[in-house]
């Protein structure tokens, strides 16, 4: 095989290419664009050079829209500048397209196409972004796979400089950018040849000089304006021919030939489809198949788009064509018909040689990467092929509302004998999707067949499942859809039998690995009886493995997959095991090369002793009478939406749901996380309350509320189940109304807990005799797992305690509240969960949360279940998601709404008052100072169902209104949450509004000090010295300082805490904030995956970052300087730790120490200079006196 | 003028007087400094193979398995630029071999079997004049017995003989049942210098945290009579020539080891406390010491007290104890 095939995936074959032809790159992360910036970041970080030797500069900014005005300076400065993109991305940077492509400025944005938030957020794959850009004068180029990705990037390079017309090339999101495929590299010479240096320098000619200076971005009037917009018209219309000749000059010289529009299928086609995208390749397989059977059909994909070559359109068409189908994989509510249809129906109108075009119909496909499959295509050919066929549809789903949906036979196609397909069930964190990645490039490298790998995840960042789809083909592939039938299935974790139904892709007689403790005979006694049905079905060949145990006897713990991989070549044929055995060990030392022999000695060794563990079941004629059934997705006891919807999704059945099943306008029911039961922790807290100090702290510090404290009268536990632990209570005064004979419980929730073991860290309580015993130790949850679910269950049935009368404000109290946040798909170990968790324990029943999109969005809102909850009286947080750089501004939106009703409502009351008598009176009158505020808050809601009660008894058009409106009357807490990536950078200018704002809202900034959600990019809350994403060679600049900025506005209470360091600090200041009447803003140190660190110990790495001056604590209450007292507290003591000292447990910055010493060292010492100077200002700031009243004028209703 | 030069692990060395590995000839800055100090050669800091899996843990965190689809690729930069310990140890040497005129001794602590003779091998190829194998096993298992333990470290000098052709010194602690027979062992399995002794990192316990915190506690003066007291037994009883480290602090300490039987003496904890420059005065020193006693060479002095050498060789022993105890006054006691 020649040397230039490579096996990449979308993002990496486009960015090679953007790399090689850029001077400028300006990035900014967003999923499933960031690889490519990324990637641009890395190679110029290692040196590596563009065409003309030069290293490209690579600038993140703050915002897409701020890297679309930086990309549209170095265009106006006379440099070749890029930037990668999607989504929401995109349309920011929507106003900068007009005015590049109005500045006739050649540039390449390459977009990763992929759906824009509407009614909820995907970050999968269609044409809704790049839709919404058609309009702004980029010329626009889509690619339909991995090899055209980057081809046309190089095109789209070469036609920008040809015609300066920017263009945006763009592929579909994960389906393009992340499936991996065999490719032909585009070689160096190529693209030179493409790049034309006197364009290039006639480009860099044009760029602003004060030597020859001209003035761009004039303001014109009706006068000239008009004429001046059209001047530009012949650039635009000569971009098809020079688009037509870039393509036919990359033919000639790599023998891949491109049209604008390229046809394929029947000469004397009647019926034709017109598609863009990856959809093209399986349209395309599907007209195959129907035109050697016969059939007179064809389709037609479009590669340039923007401008709309309506005359080549036609002439792509052959003259038989009578009836065109036009696939869009956007939606425009409203538009009479979908973007590419309209562009066809006006082509055909205008071009088309008879006065009788074909009749033209326009669906929709594959909204969010929904599956698009041949068979999907045979429906819609056989709809052209109907009498009166429909003039919209939608195809890949069942619409049993609107009924446009066209029924599609998935047995209609299958898929040819000669591609072989595999696929794989994995656990995210198992290796599975690597050593895949890899088998990919073994077969792409050591065979003639082409390999395409695409893999599937779930939506939760702890114990996720991964599915890999591998297909391995004589031929190009240009299958765009996941496999249905496959002669190779890896379980590579048991627990996928109960989770999904793997099986089910099996092909019959298919080759099966299971990885799984035991012998052939224990495994197959282990499966439900479902699968042992389907194993005896369909004929299959079932060997197993234990593959963790031999990874574990090789010094690889949790590194089994290189062994599964060497099975899967084994039990194939598609190399000789041999050879294949060979390929996989030098990738594992391509991979470790100068990284540790023994690792690599170890991991050939586990390689070679893989076959030898691999054992074939004998198959039993028929499944076991006592074989167990597959554990039903969610309990009884869930509710219908539930049964329904929820544990359709969960079970991986969602595409089978039915329009009709799923809520209109985004809302959906809250607390289904509990239905979940994941099961996924190996070990978990199993408490100790001989030693237990009820000091509180595990349930507080929990990410996932899975360990909990309850006290209750001695009485309520006379029906406990045996094995249920309970011990007298040490009641310290942090509420009113407790008796000494109460008893405490520390209950774990077996099927929610995650493991990550910070409980059991946190922990203070020693045994006297082994300090390695405390109140709470991990066990293996085998033994535990049945006690603790009865447990668990009874736990939950006993009283919730009375908040009136907790202390909220500190550690125990706020413990004993009910947490209205639980189980979330966090990562196991988060450091931002515990916060959330608390404030719904502090505020739950009154919480107002808008929530920035990131890994709080995610794990607090993504489908199938969520993790915010109502509490026993069915009140809970109101939690919404708008976007990610307005967070802020939604938040204050809410927060306006909700004041104007109380407002309102209070109006309406005054005007009431004095035939309401006392209620309206008690309601009116300001809450006591020191007042306790549960207290209030439940006496007011007594006063507004006594309200109510009046108001019912006397109609009328005032108290009908405050009818309505009564329930405001309860002040509702408003928070706005986010992470750092919001706060500091895309969403700055909108916090730095709010807090100068006055209104009461509260803002929670849960800092990991990188772009978590989008896996690690660096924000400007990043630390001088560490590395990131975007910043592979230590980030360069100190983090800025949001707390400090925000206390210049004077009236807004600020908050730094980190519950690691200080736990009663960080309740503390979420109670002030919440009682601050004007903006609050309350910055969570939150110790990240993204970090490097061993998570069970984020709260070890809190304290550390306390103790070294890195996060110093602080309270800076404006409200104190009325009281004479002054604003900033300092809650923690002076550095006593090293910055250094702290910094190297800690992955990101350990890896710049090891690659890199000397700038390390350099990085640290300004770092420890950092902190030293905010150290030295801040003590100086605790004695700053300010003289202007900071209070906030309270409105007066 | 006493001739001082040595001869050591086949390397002619202009006097005894060497640094051993310690963070000083961690750069090469400190190395030169050493080198114009008058320092006859220099051991580089062990290279620890757990030092590379840890490297290696970190750039493969389990968390980069990924389990989120918007981070396929993990959470931290792609390492495959990365380098581990191996990296800077080789590094390290390279840039010593360059610009050292003095010979330069590489120092490895394997941690696997495969480990030691690999290791061992990359840094024979990255240049070093002769290798030194930083043995430390704390046999804390009580199922494992002492000749389990010897056995082990025979196999592993032998493994380590077999992957490399440079001279080749092995440094262990003293705790062997009879480390005399050790020395003679180990020098059949392959070494061609003991040095004696190592230090191990030794066990604290955090009264705050009641944890265990290990920490490596320099050497004194007071120290090195144990070095002595296993030189002076060894010299001319072992196939193979003998480093003393641990203790080594001034010229007198310097003489006395030599006047026990060592080839050389190596320093590191006075030359963290007083700089490099010190080792030039303790060169001085020593040159001065057999100059006034008109030695023509070191060879001559060289273990004339040991304990073959001496007349009451059972100084050396036990009886050196009731000796000792008999000659104790009340209020006399020097702090030695």
Not at chain 1, 75 to 80: D, K, S, T, Y
Not at chain 1, 248 to 255: E, H, I, N, V, W
Not at chain 1, 729 to 747: A, E, T, V
Not at chain 2, 283 to 304: K, N
Request: net charge negative; charged share 20%; proline share 6%.
């Amino acid at each position: 095989m020649a040397p230039t095939q490579l096996t990449v995936d979308g993002n990496e074959a486009a960015a090679r290419v953007a790399h090689r032809v850029s001077q400028v790159i300006a990035i900014y992360p967003i999923t499933p664009a960031s690889p490519m910036g990324e990637l641009a970041d890395a190679w110029s970080q290692a040196g590596a050079t563009n065409l003309w030797g030069e290293v490209p500069r690579v600038a993140e900014l703050q915002s897409e829209a701020g890297a679309a005005g930086t990309l549209h300076g170095a265009l106006q400065g006379g440099a070749l500048a890029t930037t990668f993109t999607a989504s929401q991305g995109l349309l920011l940077m929507v106003p900068n397209l007009y005015k590049i492509a109005g500045e006739l400025l050649p540039a390449v944005i390459h977009v990763a196409a992929r759906s824009v938030a509407t009614h909820a957020l995907s970050i999968f794959g269609d044409h809704s972004d790049v839709m919404a850009v058609r309009q702004t004068g980029m010329a626009m180029l889509a690619s339909a796979s991995v090899q055209e990705a980057q081809d046309l990037a190089l095109i789209a390079h070469s036609a920008t400089l040809a015609t300066r017309v920017p263009f945006v090339h763009f592929f579909d999101g994960f389906r393009t950018s992340h499936e991996v495929a065999t490719v032909t590299a585009v070689k160096d010479e190529v693209i030179a040849a493409m790049i034309d240096d006197e364009l290039v320098a006639a480009h860099q000619g044009r760029g602003l000089d004060p030597d020859h200076p001209e003035v761009r971005g004039t303001a014109q009037n009706p006068d000239v304006f008009f004429q001046a917009r059209e001047a530009a018209n012949p650039f635009h219309a000569a971009v098809p021919d020079a688009v037509r000749g870039a393509m036919d000059q990359f033919a000639d010289l790599t023998g891949r030939r491109y049209r604008p529009f390229d046809y394929a299928g029947h000469p004397e086609a009647e019926r034709v489809v017109v598609i863009m995208g990856s959809g093209a390749g399986t349209v395309g397989e599907a007209v195959e198949s129907m035109v050697a059977a016969g059939a007179r059909v064809g389709v037609v994909t479009v590669r340039l788009y923007r401008p709309f070559d309506a005359a080549g359109l036609v002439a792509a068409l052959p003259p038989t064509t009578t009836r065109v189908a036009v696939m869009d994989r956007t939606k425009e509510p409203g538009s009479a018909g979908e973007p590419l249809y309209l562009d066809v129906v006006a082509a055909l109108a205008r071009h088309w040689p008879t006065a009788t075009p074909p009749r033209v119909i326009g669906g929709r496909y594959g909204l969010s990467s929904k599956e698009f499959t041949p068979a999907m295509a045979l429906a819609v050919f056989g709809e052209l092929d109907e009498d009166e066929p429909r003039a919209e549809f939608t195809v890949g789903i069942v619409d049993d509302v609107t009924h446009l949906n066209l029924v599609h036979d998935a047995a209609s196609w299958v898929e040819p004998d000669d591609v072989r397909r595999a696929v794989f069930f994995g656990l995210g964190s198992d290796g599975t999707v690597g050593a895949n990645k890899n088998s990919a490039k073994i077969v792409g490298a050591h065979t003639d067949l082409h390999a395409q790998g695409y893999f599937v995840y779930d939506s939760k960042k702890s114990g996720s499942m991964t599915v890999s789809h591998l297909r391995f083909s004589p031929r190009p592939i240009a299958s765009a859809y996941l496999i249905d039938q496959a002669s190779f299935v890896g379980v590579h974790f048991l627990g996928a039998f109960d989770r999904l139904d793997p099986l089910a892709v099996a092909a019959q007689g298919a080759t099966v690995l299971i990885n799984a403790p035991g012998t052939p005979k224990e495994v197959w006694a282990s499966l439900p009886s479902q699968v042992q049905e389907q194993i005896v079905a369909k004929a299959l060949q079932v060997w197993t493995i234990d593959a963790n145990a031999l990874a574990a006897a090789h010094r690889l713990p949790g590194r089994a997959n290189t062994i599964l991989q060497t099975c899967f070549f084994a039990l194939t044929d598609l190399l000789d095991t041999e050879d294949a055995i060979g390929a996989i060990k030098d990738a594992i030392t391509d991979t470790y090369a100068k990284r540790g022999r023994a690792v690599l000695d170890r991991n050939h060794a586990a390689v070679d002793a893989a076959l030898g563990a691999l054992a074939q079941l004998e198959v039993p004629g028929g499944p076991d009478r006592d074989a167990r059934s597959r554990r039903t997705p969610v309990p009884a006891a869930a509710p219908d939406f539930v049964q329904r919807v929820t544990a359709t999704i969960m079970a991986g059945n969602g595409d089978l749901l039915p329009v009709s099943a799923l809520p209109v306008g985004g809302g959906f029911p809250t607390g289904t996380t509990r239905w979940e039961k994941r099961a996924i922790a190996s070990e978990i807290p199993i408490w100790d309350p001989e030693i237990c100090i009820d000091c509180a702290r595990c349930a507080l510090v929990c990410p996932h509320a899975a360990i909990r404290l309850k006290v209750v009268p001695a009485a309520a536990l006379d029906n406990a189940p045996a094995g249920f632990r309970d011990k007298a209570f040490r009641d310290k005064g942090f509420r009113d109304d407790g008796n000494p004979s109460d008893r405490s419980i520390i209950q774990v929730a077996p099927d929610d807990c995650t493991g990550c073991g910070v409980c059991v860290s946190i922990c203070p309580a020693h045994s006297k005799e082994a300090v390695k015993h405390r109140a709470i130790n991990m066990e293996p949850v085998a033994p535990h797992r049945e006690t603790e679910r009865t447990n668990f269950e009874y736990f939950l049935s006993l009283p919730e305690h009375n908040r009136i009368g907790l202390k909220l404000d500190t550690v125990k109290g706020s413990q004993l509240a009910q947490p209205l946040f639980e189980f979330s798909g966090a990562c196991a170990g988060c450091g931002e969960t515990p916060y959330l968790k608390l404030l719904t324990q502090m505020l739950g029943d009154r919480l107002v949360v808008a929530n920035a999109t990131g890994c709080s969005s995610i794990y607090g809102g993504n489908l199938p279940t969520t993790p915010w909850r109502l509490d026993q009286h069915g009140r809970g947080p109101a939690w919404a998601n708008s976007l990610f750089e307005d967070n802020a501004e939604f938040g204050l939106g809410i927060r306006l709404a909700l004041d104007h009703h109380e407002a309102a409502a209070t109006a309406l009351l005054r005007e009431l008052a004095p035939s309401v008598g006392h209620v309206a009176e008690e309601l009116l009158a300001e809450p006591a100072d020191g007042a306790d505020p549960e207290a209030t808050i439940a006496r007011r809601r007594e006063l507004v169902e006594d309200l109510r009660t009046w108001l019912a008894a006397h109609p009328g058009a005032v108290s009908d209104r405050l009818g309505e409106l009564a329930h405001h009357l309860v002040r509702r807490s408003v928070w706005l949450v986010g992470g750092d990536g919001w706060a500091y950078d895309i969403g700055f200018g909108g916090v730095d509004h709010v807090l100068a704002s006055g209104a009461d809202v509260n803002i929670l900034v849960l800092d990991t000090e990188v772009y978590s959600n989008t896996g690690g990019q660096t924000s400007k809350a990043t630390p001088r010295a560490a590395v990131a994403k975007f910043s592979s060679g230590g980030k360069a600049t100190a983090k800025k300082d949001l707390g400090m900025l925000a206390m210049d506005h004077g009236g807004v209470y600020v908050a730094q805490i980190a519950m690691g360091a200080n736990m009663t600090q960080s309740v503390k200041a979420l109670a002030e904030a919440a009682a601050h009447p004007g903006p609050s803003l309350v910055i969570a140190y939150s110790p990240c995956i993204a970090h490097g660190i061993d998570m069970s110990d984020m709260m070890g790495h809190q304290k550390q970052a306390a103790a070294s001056g890195y996060w110093p604590l602080y309270r800076f209450d404006p409200g104190r300087e009325e009281a004479g007292d002054h604003a900033l507290h300092l809650d923690s003591r002076p550095p006593t730790v090293a910055f250094r000292d702290f910094a190297m447990t800690e992955g990101r910055f350990a890896m710049l120490a090891r690659a890199n010493p000397a700038v390390a060292e350099d990085l640290m010492t300004l770092a420890q200079a950092d902190i030293d100077d905010r150290w030295h200002l801040y003590e100086q700031m605790v004695n700053v006196e300010r003289t202007a009243r900071f209070g906030i004028l309270e409105e007066d209703p | 003028m006493t001739d001082l030069t040595t001869s050591y692990l086949g390397l002619s060395l202009k006097h005894p007087v060497l640094a051993s590995a310690s963070p000083l000839t961690g750069s090469v800055e400190s190395l030169l400094e050493l080198e114009s100090a008058g320092a006859a050669a220099v051991v580089l800091p062990s290279l620890f193979e757990e030092q590379i899996e840890a490297d290696l843990a970190l750039i493969h965190h389990p968390g980069d398995g990924g389990s989120n689809p918007e981070a396929h690729g993990g959470y931290l930069p792609d390492a495959a630029d990365h380098p581990t310990a191996l990296d800077h140890a080789l590094d390290l040497l390279g840039a010593a071999k360059d610009q050292l005129r003095i010979p330069v001794i590489a120092s490895l602590n394997g941690d696997s079997d495969g480990g030691w003779a690999t290791y061992a091998a990359a840094l024979e190829g990255g240049g070093a004049d002769a290798l030194e194998l930083n043995i430390y096993l704390v046999a804390a298992d009580p199922t494992v017995s002492g000749s389990d333990v010897e056995r082990a470290y025979l196999r592993l000098v032998e493994h380590v003989r077999a992957a490399v052709s440079v001279p080749l010194a092995v440094k262990v602690g003293p705790q062997f049942s009879s480390p005399a027979n050790m020395a003679r062992r180990l020098a059949d399995a392959g070494a061609d210098a003991l040095v004696l002794f190592n230090r191990f990192y030794q066990p604290d316990i955090d009264l705050e945290t009641m944890s265990v915190r290990p920490d490596l506690v320099l050497s004194t003066s007071a120290d090195l009579r144990l070095t002595l007291r296993w030189i002076a037994v060894m010299a001319g009883r072992v196939d193979a020539a003998l480093a003393a480290t641990g203790g080594a602090h001034t010229a007198d300490d310097v003489v006395k080891l030599l006047l026990a039987g060592a080839d050389v003496a190596m320093m590191a904890a006075a030359l963290l406390k007083r700089g490099p420059e010190h080792l030039h005065d303790v060169v001085e020193g020593v040159q001065r010491w057999f100059d006034e006693r008109d030695y023509r060479s070191l060879d001559e002095a060289r273990g004339s007290v040991s304990q073959v050498s001496v007349a009451d060789p059972a100084a050396y022993e036990r009886a050196n104890y009731l000796k000792t105890l008999a000659s104790y006054r009340p209020g006399t006691s020097s702090d030695a």
